[in-house]
C-alpha cells in the first residue's frame, strides 16, 4: 500500500484504482457496512467508522464529479451526506467530496446540500457517540479531522511496510499442521528492527477440504504478545471480519489466543496468554477445520502476532511499536475424495479422546475428571472397533454420527468439585517467582495474617472440606477473610466459605480457581503471588498464581507417643494399619471399660488407639462396618467446649505416668476447655452414675489432672468411690495415692 499525501495539492484519484480512508488520529476507518440504517437515526446517522480495515466495505472506488470526487465503497455503496450525518444507503449517487491538503494529510470537505446548512461548506469529523466512533459532516474547518488516504491495490494485499521498532522482540518461526501434514514457516524476523511484513508465500501447505488445522511451535522472542490467523477465503484481498465485540470464527479470521478476556471459541484468556518461549505452545492458538465445501485451490494465510487487536493490517495498537508481525504464506486444499473428510474428522475425535484420557486422570476424586456419560468406557471402545469397519462405501453421514458421539463424550468430562467430607492437599500451581507450593497450616512469618505456602506435602498441608469450609487438619484452624486474605484467627467456630470451580485457564486442565468473600463483601479469588503466603485479586485471571491443584489425601497420620496411647476422631471410617488397635469406651451407669480391639473405625465415633511409638497412616475406607457402642465423640476443628454444670468430662492424658481418661482442666471450677483436632473425648452427663474406667481387664480411677482440689472425690484402689475415707485405708484424690491416718 501507498499513502497518497502531496501537501498543497487536491488528493488526486485514480480510475480503477482502490483506496482505504483514515482517520489519523483515531486511526480507524471509513467504513459503510451498516447501510441499512436509516439516515435519520437516533445516532445521526450509520457507524462508519471502524479499527478494522479488512472488509470490502472500507474499500473506496473514487468517481471524478465535479471540482471532487464521489467514493462509492467496493461492496456497491456510495458516501452520502445529511444535515450533519454521513451515510451509505444509496448504490446509485453520492455526495460530491474535495479533498483539502494539509501538513499530515487532508481535510474532507463538501457544499452541503441539506436544508440547515444548504450550500455551505462543511467538513468531515469525527466523536464517538455511546461508546461507538461515527464521523459527521457538519464541521467547521477548525473543528475537521486529518484523514491519510491509502491505495490499496486491486491484486494486493494490505499489509505495514515498516519495520519493528524494538530491537528486543520478533518471529523466527512457526509450525502448522493438519495432523498428517506439517509446514514450518522459519527465518521470518531474522535481525533486530526486521520489517514487520515478511512474505512467505512460495511456503505452502498442502490439506484437504474439511481439515483441521493447529498453529504451534511459535518461536517468539519477548512475550506478552498475542496471536491471531486468517485465511483469505474468497480470494478478494482482504481478510474479512464480522464485526462484534470480540470478533468471529466465522469470517476470515480463523483462530486467535486473546482478544478482549477472550479466544476465538470464547473461552476466557488472560492477556499473559501469550505466545513465546517464555510461554510455550501451551498457549497456543484453538485448532479451527476447513468448510467441508471450501473449492479446491490456493489460498493466502496470515499470521499476525499484535496486542489484543484483530486487524490483519495495522491496527490501533501500533504493531510496529509493539514488536509484532504480519507473515503471508499459502495452504493448498486438495479435494477430498468420497468419505475422506468425515473419515479424517473421526480420527482427529478419538486421537484428542484418547489424548485426553492419557492426560488427565480419571475417577471420583477431587483433582479426577468423570463423565457425566453412564458406560462411556464401552461406548467408546465399541467405536474405536467400528473405525476398522469403515471402507470407501461407508456413507459420511454414518461416520459423522460416531465422531458426534466422541465429541460429547469428549465434552462430558469435567473436572470434579470438593465435597462435604473430602480430605484433600492445596497445591499452588505456579507463584509469581517460586515452584509449586502447598497451602500450610499457619500463617507466614513474612505476612502474619495471611496463610503460609510451604515446599513439603505433609500433615501440616492436609485440609478438610466440610462443604463450605476449609479445617487445617494439623492444627484444627479454620481458613478465615483475615482483609480480604485466606489466613488463620486463632479458634474459630466456623470459617470463610470458600468455593471451587475449574480454572479459567484451559490449558490447566486439572487446576482450579478458588474464591471467598472479602472484607467488602466482594468476591475474591485466592492468588499466589510471591509463592509463600497467600495473596487475593479482585478478578480471576489465567496466570499461574491463580491456579491450584487439589490433591486427594486418602490417608490420616496420627502419633502415637512413648505413652502407647492417643486419641482419635474423624467423619470418615478409617482402616488401621498393622500394629495398631482402636478402642471405644461403653458404660453403663457404674462401670465405663474399653471395648476389645478394632482394626476399622466407623465414621464419627471417638476412640483410643493402642500401639508402638511412631506416626502411623489410617487409611480413608469404605467398607460396611456396623456402627459400635461407644461413648467417645470429638471434634474436626480446633474447638471451646462449654461445660454443662454436673455433666463430667473426660480426656486421654498422663499424670504421673499414668495413662487415663481425666479431667481436661486444672482448674476444677473451670467452665470450659478445648478439644484438639481430630481427637476424641468423653462426655459423662450429671445423670450417669458412672464410677469407674475399666481398662485392660482391671478397674482404675477415674482421675482428675487437677491436683490442689481438696474436695476433689476419693476412689478406692478398685476404682469405686467412696463418700467416707477409713482411718488406714488407701485411696485415691486428685490422682495421687494417700493413707488415711
Request: charged letters at 20%; hydrophobic letters at 35%; a negative charge.
Amino acid at each position: 500500500m501507498s499513502l497518497l499525501i502531496s501537501v498543497g495539492a487536491m488528493a488526486q484519484f485514480e480510475s480503477g484504482k482502490y483506496y482505504r480512508i483514515k482517520d489519523i488520529a483515531s486511526r480507524n476507518y471509513l467504513n459503510a457496512a451498516d447501510n441499512n440504517t436509516h439516515a435519520t437515526g437516533p445516532k445521526g446517522g450509520v457507524n462508519v467508522i471502524a479499527l478494522d480495515a479488512s472488509s470490502n466495505d472500507m474499500v473506496f472506488t473514487a468517481e471524478a464529479s465535479g471540482d471532487g470526487y464521489k467514493l462509492k465503497t467496493k461492496t456497491g455503496y456510495y458516501l452520502n451526506g445529511h444535515e450533519w450525518n454521513v451515510d451509505a444507503n444509496s448504490t446509485t449517487d453520492g455526495m460530491e467530496l474535495l479533498f483539502e491538503p494539509v501538513t499530515d494529510g487532508y481535510k474532507i470537505k463538501w457544499i452541503s446540500t441539506a436544508s440547515k446548512y444548504l450550500g455551505q461548506t462543511k467538513y468531515f469529523k469525527v466523536e464517538s457517540v455511546d461508546g461507538i466512533i461515527y464521523p459527521f459532516c457538519d464541521a467547521s474547518s477548525d473543528n475537521a479531522a486529518t484523514w491519510a488516504i491509502e491505495e490499496v491495490n486491486a491484486d494486493a494485499y494490505a499489509y505495514n511496510t515498516g519495520n519493528i521498532n524494538r530491537g528486543d522482540r520478533g518471529l523466527t518461526s512457526f509450525t502448522i499442521t493438519d495432523g498428517e501434514n506439517s509446514l514450518t514457516v522459519s527465518d521470518i524476523q531474522t535481525s533486530a528492527q526486521a520489517p514487520v511484513y515478511v512474505n512467505k508465500t512460495a511456503q505452502k501447505l498442502i490439506t484437504k477440504q474439511g481439515a483441521t488445522l493447529k498453529f504451534s511451535a511459535f518461536n517468539y522472542t519477548g512475550s506478552w504478545m498475542h496471536a491471531y490467523a486468517y485465511i483469505d477465503y474468497n480470494k478478494d484481498y482482504v481478510f474479512y471480519l464480522t464485526d462484534n465485540n470480540r470478533g468471529t470464527k466465522e469470517g476470515e479470521i480463523v483462530s486467535y489466543n486473546y482478544y478482549n478476556g477472550n479466544d476465538i471459541t470464547g473461552t476466557p484468556a488472560n492477556q499473559g496468554s501469550a505466545i513465546g518461549n517464555t510461554y510455550g505452545e501451551s498457549k497456543a492458538m484453538p485448532a479451527f477445520t476447513l468448510p467441508r465445501n471450501l473449492p479446491a485451490g490456493e489460498y493466502r494465510v496470515r499470521i499476525k502476532i499484535d496486542w489484543n487487536n484483530l486487524d490483519a493490517d495495522y491496527g490501533a495498537s501500533d504493531i510496529a511499536a509493539n514488536g509484532g508481525c504480519q507473515c503471508d504464506f499459502t495452504i493448498v486444499v486438495e479435494e477430498a475424495v468420497g468419505n475422506e473428510i468425515a473419515w479424517g474428522a473421526l480420527n482427529n475425535a478419538v486421537d484428542e479422546a484418547f489424548a485426553l484420557f492419557n492426560a488427565v486422570k480419571i475417577g471420583t476424586a477431587v483433582g479426577s475428571y468423570s463423565s457425566s456419560i453412564n458406560g462411556y468406557e464401552k461406548e467408546f471402545n465399541d467405536i474405536v472397533s467400528y473405525k476398522s469397519s469403515i471402507t470407501e462405501a461407508t456413507p459420511s453421514d454414518e461416520i459423522d454420527s460416531y465422531t458426534a458421539r466422541v465429541r460429547e463424550i469428549i465434552a462430558s468430562f469435567s473436572l470434579n468439585m470438593p465435597k462435604a467430607g473430602d480430605y484433600f492437599r492445596i497445591k499452588a500451581i505456579e507463584g509469581w517467582n517460586d515452584d509449586a507450593r502447598y497451602l500450610g497450616a499457619k500463617n507466614s512469618t513474612e505476612n502474619t495474617s495471611r496463610a503460609e505456602f510451604v515446599a513439603e506435602a505433609d500433615n501440616n498441608t492436609i485440609f478438610y472440606f466440610d462443604g463450605e469450609n476449609l479445617v487445617s487438619y494439623a492444627s484444627g484452624h479454620y481458613l478465615v477473610n483475615n482483609s480480604s486474605f485466606l489466613g488463620y484467627n486463632g479458634v474459630q467456630t466456623n470459617g470463610t466459605k470458600v468455593e471451587f470451580r475449574t480454572s479459567n485457564n484451559t490449558s490447566n486442565r486439572h487446576a482450579y480457581n478458588i474464591s471467598f468473600k472479602g472484607n467488602d463483601n466482594a468476591t475474591r479469588w485466592l492468588y499466589t503471588d510471591t509463592g509463600n503466603f497467600t495473596d487475593a485479586g479482585s478478578s480471576c485471571g489465567t496466570e499461574g498464581g491463580y491456579n491450584f491443584n487439589l490433591e486427594p489425601v486418602t490417608e490420616l497420620p496420627v502419633t502415637i507417643t512413648s505413652a502407647g496411647y492417643a486419641s482419635f476422631y474423624a467423619p470418615v471410617q478409617v482402616t488401621l494399619p498393622e500394629g495398631v488397635t482402636a478402642h471405644t469406651v461403653t458404660e453403663n451407669g457404674e462401670w465405663a471399660k474399653l471395648s476389645d480391639a478394632i482394626t476399622i473405625v466407623p465414621a464419627k465415633n471417638g476412640v483410643i488407639l493402642a500401639g508402638g511409638e511412631g506416626t502411623y497412616n489410617l487409611e480413608i475406607s469404605n467398607e460396611d462396618v456396623e456402627n459400635l457402642a461407644n461413648a467417645l465423640s470429638g471434634t474436626i476443628a480446633k474447638t471451646l467446649v462449654t461445660k454443662t454444670d454436673g455433666d463430667a468430662y473426660y480426656m486421654l492424658g498422663m499424670v504421673e505416668g499414668v495413662v487415663g481418661l481425666y479431667n481436661p482442666v486444672n482448674d476444677a471450677n473451670a467452665t470450659e476447655f478445648y478439644n484438639a483436632s481430630h481427637k476424641a473425648y468423653w462426655h459423662i452427663p450429671a445423670v450417669s452414675q458412672t464410677i469407674g474406667f475399666r481398662f485392660g481387664g482391671e478397674t482404675t480411677a477415674i482421675d482428675a489432672v487437677e491436683v490442689e482440689n481438696a474436695n476433689a472425690p476419693i476412689y478406692d484402689l478398685s476404682g469405686r468411690r467412696v463418700l467416707n475415707a477409713v482411718k488406714g485405708g488407701i485411696y485415691i484424690q486428685n490422682g495421687k495415692k494417700f493413707i488415711v491416718k
